[in-house]
């Protein structure tokens, strides 16, 4: 199975040569070739608590016994069939995904490879619709700044980030989308302080598309809490109002559950924490916990618009992937898993709260459920993002045997997204080595 490496240091060595220099700055130098729950081991023999699941991907842990058992079954019977005919694993796929959906009424589905191609998707269909429901032709999308969609060109110009654009002028921008002010109570883009700001940015929204747009509005398209951006969790209340105002414009609204979906915040989708019903959700990452896949779900209504040959995707309905799938929502639903979330992630929240009271380091600390945000700044009362520091925090973490990302709009967020079946111990031995690698950096 390996006939060419003996060593992590020569697996290395080969990527640095042969990939496409677009892999990330810091990439970190483990080779994975086991994963059980939140435990990974590299090439080395090395073990390590996972607090990253692959870019918030391995929901319900590395290798699942049940997503193992169902992958082999079909992997062993049919791969690909493509959608000129039909499967076993996608048509339960949509029974099971239907029922789980955090919309009313009747609903479909759609199934594709990545989360950027479930956005592109969700687009697509949003303009058919607003084209054949509602005569509108030209139509503008509302985004977040600090948001993230995906790596293709319409996700790219979708994405509230410059980082992700540069050098790419004109390919990453898309006339009609319009990025508007995120709710970043941390860093609240009009200086205001939460509650006593009233929500001003959802309410700015509606000055935004009186003063700055058609009015022909598309759709808001948001993730319930961004992820790529630092874990920015909005107000409560804050969905609710914008997606008001934006239905006043007969728009829709699309929720980016890429990373926040299957039981990631404590809630099956996380939109549920808002109380509001999207029109069009986005799915990938956890809907599997560790194989390619997408999916588009929408209020059937919606998606009657697409017309036979719309669009599609090769390996859209692919049985393994789909089958995958099934095992997850199996998983989630018997398991109780997002009530498990949310309890794990109170008690890790606040163990950092607790490191808060003694790492000056720690700017804010924020989430919801296993989506956890830790900023960290020079200065407290500057906010300067301490960005050479999260990098140090997260090598000494790795060092010790903790993976975790660092990353969010300013650079200097630490991502703790675990897989979702990670133990108390586990995360109490995070806690303490979380606690050594910021003394060691301050
Ligand atoms: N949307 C969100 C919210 C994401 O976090 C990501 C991936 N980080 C994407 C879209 C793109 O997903 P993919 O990498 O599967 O294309």
Redesign the pocket.
Known sequence: MNEFFKSSKEVIESQKKLMFPCMPKYRQPVVIVEGRGALVKDLDGKLYIDLFAG?AAVNIGHCHPKVVEAITYWAKRIHHTSYDYYNLPSALLAEKLVKILPMEGDKKVFFCV????A?EGSIKLMKKYMLKNKGKTGIEVLTLRYS????THM?TALTGQSKYKKGMATVSTIPGVKIVPAPYCYRCPFKMEYPECNLFCAYYIEDIIRFETSTDIGAFLA?PVL??GGIIVPPKEYFKEVVKIIRDYDGLFIA?E??TGFARTGKIFGIENFEVEPDIIAM??GITSGLPL?AIGAKAEIANAFESGDHSSTWGPNAVSCAAASAVIDVILKENIPEKVDELGKYFISGIEELAKKHRLIGDVRGLGLMIGVELVRDRAEKTPAVKEAIKVRNYMRESGFLIGAGGAFGSTLRIEPPLMITKEQIDRALEALDQALKKVE
Do not use: L
Not at 114 to 117: D, F
Not at 148 to 151: P, T
């Open positions: 870019y990545s989360g950027a191609e956005i993230f969609h995906g790596r996700a993730e992820g790529e980016d890429v990373q990938a990452k997408g």
